[in-house]
C-alpha cells in the first residue's frame, strides 16, 4: 500500500504503529521534507490525526522495541501493543531487563495502567538500575564528578563531536564560573578546517523519567546557551527517557545540540548535532577577553 494512504485518517482507522512508522520511514528515507519543503512528520501529523510529538515518539519507541525483542529472541506480537504501552516498557527494560523479556513473552497483554504501577515499582527496587543510579546521583557533586570522568576521555570526545582518528581535541574542562549568557558544567576546544571550535557540555540530574516539563526547560536552556557554542550536548543519565528531549529538539530547530545518554559505564548512546546553529552566537563569547583568558584559549 502506498505510504499516503497507511496514514491518512490513520488515528480514526486504528492503523498499527508498525505500519505507520515503516510508512512514515519510507516517505523520510528520500529526504526529511516533501517537494514543498515540507517536513514528512508534519505532513503525517497532519495525516494520521497524531501530532508530530507522538509520531517522532513512536518512530523511536518501535525501534527500540524492535531491537530489544530481535536481540533477546523475543515473541513479535508485542509489536502490536499500543504505543504508549511500549513506551513504558522501554523504560521497563531500562530497569530491570528480565522483566521486560517477561512482559514481552506473556500472552496476557497488560493494561498502561499496570505497566505504569510496575515500572513505578521497579525503578525503587534496591537492585534495579534506576534505583542504583538514582543512589549515586544524590550528590550534586557526586553526578558532576561522575559526567566528568565519563566524558574525558580523548576518544570518547572524538566519537561525541563527530571528529576523525587523531584529531586535535583539548581537554575536558570545568566551566571557569558564570557567565551572562551561558554557563555550561564543561567544555572543550577542539579544531575543524584550522578554525577553533567550542562544544559544551550540560548534565541533568534526574531522579526520575524525563516529563514534559523538565525536558521544555532544558531545551530552552539550550536554545539560548547553545548559539554560543558549535556543540551544546545535553547529558542526562542512561535510565531516563530522552524521546522528549528529542522532539523538543527537532521542533525547535535546536540543530547543534546533541544528547548524550550516559550510563554507569561511560557514555551509553549518541544523538549526534544535526548541524550548525540557525542563531550563530560564537563570536560574541570568543571576542570577550575576559572569558576567553578564563578558559584558556587563545585565537
Known amino acids: 500500500m502506498i505510504p499516503v494512504e497507511v496514514l491518512t485518517n490513520a488515528r480514526s482507522k486504528e492503523v498499527p504503529w508498525p505500519l505507520i512508522v515503516e510508512a512514515l ?22 495525516l494520521t490525526g497524531y501530532t508530530t510529538s507522538q509520531l517522532w515518539i513512536g518512530i523511536r519507541t518501535y525501534a527500540s522495541i524492535k531491537k530489544f525483542i530481535s536481540s533477546h529472541e523475543l515473541p513479535i506480537h508485542a509489536l502490536e501493543w499500543p504505543m504508549s ?9 531500562k530497569a530491570n531487563v528480565e522483566e521486560a523479556k517477561k512482559i514481552i513473552r506473556s500472552t496476557d ?6 505497566l505504569r504501577n510496575r515500572y513505578n515499582q521497579l525503578r525503587k527496587e534496591p537492585g534495579s538500575n534506576i534505583s ?5 546521583l544524590q550528590s ?12 574525558s576521555g580523548e576518544n570518547t570526545l572524538r566519537q561525541i ?22 554557563h555550561p558544567n564543561f567544555y572543550v576546544d577542539f579544531v575543524i578546517d584550522g578554525k577553533l571550535q567550542i562544544a559544551a557540555f550540560e548534565g541533568m540530574r534526574f531522579f526520575g523519567d524525563v516529563n ?44 547543534n545540540v546533541g544528547i548524550i545518554a550516559i550510563s554507569g559505564e561511560g557514555v551509553d548512546a549518541i544523538t549526534r548535532p544535526l548541524g550548525p546553529s540557525v542563531h550563530d552566537r560564537q563570536a560574541i563569547l570568543l571576542n570577550d577577553h575576559a ?9
Open 85 to 93: 504501552n511500549l513506551e513504558v516498557v522501554t523504560r521497563i527494560a
Open 212 to 255: 514534559s516539563q523538565v525536558a521544555t526547560k532544558a531545551a530552552l536552556k539550550a536554545a539560548v546557551e547553545g548559539t554560543f557554542f558549535a556543540q551544546y550536548h545535553l547529558c542526562a543519565p542512561s535510565w531516563v527517557s530522552t524521546d522528549e528531549l528529542v522532539v523538543l529538539r527537532e521542533k525547535l530547530e535546536l540543530f
Open 161 to 182: 563531536l563527530g571528529l576523525e582518528l587523531n584529531s586535535p581535541v583539548g581537554a575536558l574542562k570545568i566551566w571557569p564560573g558564570r557567565y551572562p549568557y551561558c
Open 140 to 151: 550534586s557533586k557526586a553526578f558532576t564528578d561522575k559526567l566528568f570522568n565519563n566524558l
Open 291 to 299: 572569558i576567553r583568558t578564563r578558559l584558556g584559549i587563545h585565537l
Open 25 to 46: 520511514r519510507e516517505l523520510m528515507s528520500a529526504g526529511s521534507v516533501d517537494d514543498q519543503g515540507r517536513p514528512w512528520v508534519e505532513v503525517a501529523a497532519n
Open 132 to 136: 542504583a543510579m538514582s543512589a549515586g
Open 109 to 114: 497483554q497488560l493494561t498502561l495502567r499496570q
